[in-house]
């Protein structure tokens, strides 16, 4: 009777110490599980982080009983940015995989493991139907995490694409989520922001592969560390240089090339030339291959063109990014550009320089360009012109919140799209693009019509580049520069430098005896606030609770401007005391 109580007492205490292990106490705890495709499709990386310096290695096999191949890999300390996250990051290469099988896996980290998890890997050759989910912009307080995983782990598709923009921001301290509650935000219970959101989307994102590209909210001061170190992509080293987010990858009949809009924004534009270079290499082999793999498709998260009113760099004549791209994707004949960063969806017609080339996607003449920036964050979305430019097929930002893409490889020919909205489960738009003539597009093929609006365009572009040269402006847009954290040390025009500019022609002694008056005003100042101090300092003092307050009632940032409205601030309220609210919902589903 005694060994069965023992026994019995033995076991209840095993399970109640597995169920309340903490990172603190179990520093080897695997977290934050993801996987994405290596150098081919064959190849899985996965990826976790530890709160301790541990071991990194993979246990595989084609049954979750049969765990009898192991992949070792590499750990990297990671600090940058990075105080309050979890210091050690894994990741494993499980090379050369079988075609079209269920492969189940476990994170090993000093003996204390995770799983078993699982993934598939994708048919072999061309003839095979893949699908997949795009979308970009989306934070820890989106709603749609619950129905993403479930349109996710439905079985149908090869891969998922976030196009920028995660988190909200992964570098983001002063944002710190608790585990329990966002009242709580004791030591114990808080999460930085990259460990939470990959804890978040782990149950999909550790079973589909999950591939990335960079936006203006991973720059981190320009360093992009968060995401250079806490995701890798196809064919580049890791973590990913400042110089190489940008990839390519082949997935059935798809040529897939991922490029960052955020160099021409960050580091005084000093790898746009890099970036153009191998854009211009791949798409040219790409090309090279088309009978075998006909569709290309582009994907990076600012938009060439949109019909946002918010003053991005997609609604501006200059655009930098339109500049920077639309003649590489023309010439090289991109099928598809997929993109984000406007909180909305729109589709636009096949068009050059803005002048519609046709009203159908029946063999596009120019690349079929789609935005689906709208899986949702803490700004919700982005408002619309009353008044769109004739190349916007289709725009809507209000009922595109908690949307996605979907794409769908019909075959050589055929390509399917539509955006979902996950919430209502709603198709809000689709098109069939048709595409019997693969290949880089021609003006010559155009009309003389078309042709002479296409050069008015470009001889207004010529001079629109003449003149920002003879001004002198920047290269980063106001709207960019002020939220993107870019670190660029470049002279601000406006307000500051008009200042700046008066104050060089001041007569020098009407300074020196303003100066002298401030200095004297200050002075006096500090003497009135050291009397009121000692005096004050004689009486009693009270902590006074407002009883009309209700102090657990919000969380706030510790941000500015929160009433602003800009998408890209990072500053919030939300009311968690009815759990309705976006971080309140996420936060407390019942999730592993």
Known sequence: MFSIMF?????????????????????CHPNGVH???????SDVIVMWSTAGNCSTSVEYGLGPWDLSLRAAGETKEFTESNPNGQRYLHRVVLKDLENARTYFYRPVSNQISRGPLFFKTPPAGYEWIPEFLVYGDMGVESDVVPALEKEALSGKYTAIFHVGDMAYNMEDDGGKQSNASLN?????????????????????????????????????????????????????????????????IDIGLVHFVS????????????YVTEQNNWLK??????????ARRPWVIALGHRPLYCSNSDGDDCTKADSKVRAGLEDIFYNYGVDIVLQAHEHSYERLWPQYKGVVLSKNYTNPQAPVQLISGAAGSRHRDDPEKTQREEWSAFANANESLNSVGKLKVLNSTHLYWEQYNLLTKRVIDSVMVIQDNHGPFKQQTLS???????VKVKEKEKQIINNNNNQGKPSTTEHDEKSDNTGSTREPTGTGQKIKEMLKHVDKRIAIGVGSGVGALVLLIIIIVVVKKKRASKTKKYRRWDDKVDYG?????????????????????????????AASKLLTDDRK
């Open 281 to 290: 290499a791949d798409l040219k082999q790409a090309n090279d291959n088309r």
């Open 448 to 454: 003389n019509e078309i042709n002479e609006k296409i």
């Open 259 to 270: 490029y960052s809009t955020e160099v021409f924004f960050t580091s005084d534009g000093q």
């Open 553 to 581: 009632r919000k969380f706030y940032s510790s941000y500015n401007h929160v009433d602003t409205g800009d998408k890209e601030a990072d500053d919030f309220e939300v009311d968690v005391s009815d759990g309705h609210s």
């Open 7 to 27: 026994g019995g007492l033995s076991l209840i205490l095993y399970f109640t110490a597995v169920h309340s292990s903490h990172d603190e106490e179990v520093p």
């Open 35 to 41: 996987i994405t495709f290596g150098d081919k499709v």
């Open 184 to 248: 709580d935000t004791s030591p114990d219970q808080c999460t930085q922001r990259g460990d939470l959101f990959l804890q978040i989307i782990e149950d999909f994102s550790a079973r589909v592969q999950y591939l990335t590209s960079p936006g203006n909210h991973e720059i981190d001061t320009g360093s992009f560390a968060h995401y250079r170190h806490r995701f890798s992509t196809p064919g580049t080293p890791w973590p990913i240089p400042l110089n190489k987010m940008w990839y390519s």
